[in-house]
């Protein structure tokens, strides 16, 4: 039996029919140094509540499977050495295991929709790497999101990715990509790009509505929300360009495949960057949890109506 324990705050909000924004623990874990995830995490709960939904971090300690952190959880996790970094394929495994480990893009959904949360904020969804057509190297998180019904809130594709593919994926596999507030794409770290957006939307009512309405046209899959980085918090593309290219190279050189390769990527860049890829980084992801927050709202509105 799969043990799930829901936070406090969580259970209240969810038996009362309150907005809940899910939130990944492998951006904690593995894609921000300690102590700024933990901050940064704190923030980005604290963001959520602002709009009124409530914020649950998701993530398996001990083979249970916690829908929201407590305080000291998310600090001990902040800090462990050594956590699986969980996907599609090793989630089962871990809790039947008692192991722990933190949710990528692809585990958060699935253990959002088990919980019944139908929104979920973070930075950046994975997708398909540079030079795949050899690696073969593409993000489970791709396909989940085609293939579980809830609706992800991220600042675009990470740049250290081969964007047109992944948006090519994303179409052959029928995830609408909605770009909140913009014709283009945003990448990450900036906030435009040269990618027209698929579809546009420019406010949190007709996102809900549309994954409302997947749901009643009996579609499976989510939907991705592509939230531009607030202008004056961006890193110009041209910036970051030389500094990707770099840590590509390394990565090539050191031998570093498979799931270690964003955490090696996000790893350099802050280095190569002196820190201003993390401080990007987080002024997005509570950029996404605002959305995210405003997002569920509605959807709690017209769920009530
Ligand atoms: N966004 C961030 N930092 C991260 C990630 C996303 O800003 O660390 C994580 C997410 O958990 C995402 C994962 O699902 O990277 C993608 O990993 P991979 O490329 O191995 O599928
Ligand atoms: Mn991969």
Same mark, same amino acid.
């Given at each position: 039996?799969?043990?799930?324990?829901?936070?406090?705050?969580?259970?209240?909000?969810?038996?009362?029919?309150?907005?809940?924004?899910?939130?990944?623990?492998?951006?904690?874990?593995?894609?921000?140094?300690?102590?700024?995830?933990?901050?940064?995490?704190?923030?980005?709960?604290?963001?959520?509540?602002?709009?009124?939904?409530?914020?649950?971090?998701?993530?398996?300690?001990?083979?249970?499977?916690?829908?929201?952190?407590?305080?000291?959880?998310?600090?001990?996790?902040?800090?462990?050495?050594?956590?699986?970094?969980?996907?599609?394929? %090793?989630?089962? !495994?871990? +809790?039947?295991?008692?192991?722990?480990? $933190?949710? =990528? #893009?692809? /585990?958060?959904?699935?253990? @959002?929709?088990?919980?019944?949360?139908?929104?979920?904020?973070?930075?950046?969804?994975?997708?398909?790497?540079?030079?795949?057509?050899?690696?073969? %190297?593409?993000? !489970?998180? +791709?396909?989940?999101?085609?293939?579980? $019904?809830? =609706? #992800?809130? /991220?600042?675009?594709?990470? @740049?250290?990715?081969?964007?047109?593919?992944?948006?090519?994926?994303?179409?052959?596999?029928?995830?609408?990509?909605?770009?909140?507030?913009?014709?283009?794409?945003? !990448?990450?770290?900036?906030?435009?790009?040269?990618?027209?957006?698929?579809?546009?939307?420019?406010?949190?009512?007709?996102?809900?509505?549309?994954?409302?309405?997947?749901?009643?046209?009996?579609?499976?899959?989510?939907?991705?929300?592509?939230?531009?980085?607030?202008?004056?918090?961006?890193?110009?593309?041209?910036?970051?360009?030389?500094?990707?290219?770099?840590?590509?190279?390394?990565?090539?050189?050191?031998?570093?495949?498979?799931?270690?390769?964003?955490?090696?990527?996000?790893?350099?860049?802050?280095?190569?960057?002196?820190?201003?890829?993390?401080?990007?980084?987080?002024?997005?992801?509570?950029?996404?949890?605002?959305?995210?927050?405003?997002?569920?709202?509605?959807?709690?509105?017209?769920?009530?109506?």
């Amino acid at each position: 039996m799969i043990d799930i324990r829901y936070a406090a705050e969580v259970a209240t909000a969810k038996s009362a029919g309150k907005p809940i924004v899910a939130l990944e623990s492998t951006i904690i874990t593995h894609g921000m140094p300690y102590p700024q995830n933990v901050e940064t995490a704190r923030l980005v709960e604290d963001d959520i509540r602002a709009t009124g939904a409530v914020p649950a971090t998701i993530a398996v300690l001990d083979g249970v499977l916690h829908i929201g952190l407590e305080a000291a959880a998310l600090d001990a996790l902040g800090q462990a050495q050594n956590v699986a970094k969980l996907s599609r394929a %090793d989630f089962a !495994a871990c +809790l039947a295991r008692g192991g722990t480990g $933190a949710t =990528t #893009v692809a /585990a958060t959904m699935i253990a @959002a929709r088990m919980a019944g949360i139908h929104v979920f904020a973070t930075g950046g969804i994975g997708g398909v790497h540079r030079g795949a057509e050899t690696s073969f %190297d593409i993000s !489970a998180d +791709l396909r989940e999101l085609a293939q579980t $019904a809830v =609706t #992800v809130v /991220a600042a675009g594709a990470k @740049a250290i990715l081969d964007l047109p593919k992944t948006y090519e994926v994303l179409e052959t596999l029928g995830v609408p990509v909605i770009v909140y507030g913009q014709d283009n794409v945003p !990448a990450f770290w900036s906030a435009t790009s040269d990618m027209p957006a698929p579809l546009r939307m420019d406010s949190a009512a007709q996102i809900a509505r549309a994954h409302l309405m997947r749901g009643e046209m009996g579609l499976p899959g989510g939907q991705l929300i592509a939230n531009p980085i607030p202008v004056g918090a961006q890193i110009p593309a041209e910036t970051l360009a030389p500094f990707i290219d770099q840590a590509l190279a390394e990565a090539d050189a050191q031998g570093i495949a498979a799931k270690s390769v964003t955490p090696f990527l996000l790893a350099r860049l802050f280095e190569l960057t002196k820190g201003a890829s993390l401080t990007a980084n987080i002024a997005l992801v509570r950029n996404n949890a605002r959305l995210a927050g405003e997002i569920a709202c509605e959807m709690a509105k017209i769920a009530q109506a």
